[in-house]
């Protein structure tokens, strides 16, 4: 069964340096996002991305984050300058415009840890 | 602002005992409702996911009814096995065309005992 992979599964980095978290969604999905879960916290949603541009953005996702679609496969979330508070599980999640049921699917999650 | 609430926060239950996991959400003009699966440290897995014409929605052992006009839904587990235990989120999308942002309830986490 197609499923959206992430990598890395966890990554240890210092506060300020940049951090790219990568995603391969589902081949045919259209519709890309990123979540995340700070330990203990509900999933909350970041942005969302179709057509090569952002669709949704939440109040979180600062001047700080971006998101890319370098190719036809990958779909990245980079932050610039990691704080402590960006601490959490960061899931990339896909779904099917031509599905119509607006279904997501979501990836293991990259779990990052700043210090 | 839409507020998803997840009613109990913990359950445990012995094998083979029917269960009832319950979702309300503050507004009732949703897309759809979904409800996933997470495993301690792991991600979301899809479980069932209702469309606001929809009342329920049924996969094996597990069945999702909605009532959009109160903003509820209940997530049904039928003769529960130790395999089950895990935490149960659900979320529910504001509409189709913005992309499918879902706003998550804390979750339920399910503990059924051998």
């Known amino acids: 069964e197609p499923e959206v992979t992430q990598t890395p599964s966890h990554q240890v980095t210092q506060m300020g340096q940049e951090v790219i978290l990568r995603c391969v969604p589902i081949?045919?999905?259209?519709?890309f996002y990123w979540y995340r879960q700070i330990l203990g916290q509900k999933v909350e949603f970041l942005v969302s991305f179709y057509n090569n541009e952002i669709s949704e953005k939440s109040e979180i996702f600062d001047d700080q984050f971006s998101v890319e679609r370098p190719d036809g496969s990958n779909f990245t979330l980079k932050i610039r300058s990691t704080k402590l508070e960006d601490s959490a599980m960061y899931f990339c999640?896909?779904?099917?415009?031509?599905?119509?049921?607006?279904?997501?699917?979501f990836g293991e999650g990259s779990r990052l840890t700043v210090l | 602002k839409q507020e998803v609430t997840q009613i109990p926060a913990a359950l445990s239950v012995p094998e083979g005992e029917n269960l009832v996991l319950n979702c309300s959400f503050t507004d009732s003009a949703i897309y759809n409702l979904q409800w996933f699966r997470q495993d301690p440290g792991k991600g979301l897995t899809s479980l069932l996911l209702i469309q606001s014409s929809q009342r329920e929605q049924t996969s094996g052992r597990l069945n999702a009814s909605l009532d959009k006009s109160s903003g509820r839904s209940t997530l049904y587990i039928a003769a529960s096995q130790p395999g089950d235990s895990a935490t149960y989120l659900c979320?529910?999308?504001?509409?189709?065309?913005?992309?499918?942002?879902?706003?998550f309830g804390e979750g339920t986490q399910l503990t059924v005992n051998p």
């Open positions: 999640a896909s779904s099917s415009r031509r599905s119509d049921t607006g279904e997501l699917f």
């Open positions: 081949s045919n999905h259209l519709y």
């Open positions: 979320a529910v999308s504001p509409t189709q065309t913005s992309g499918s942002r879902l706003t």
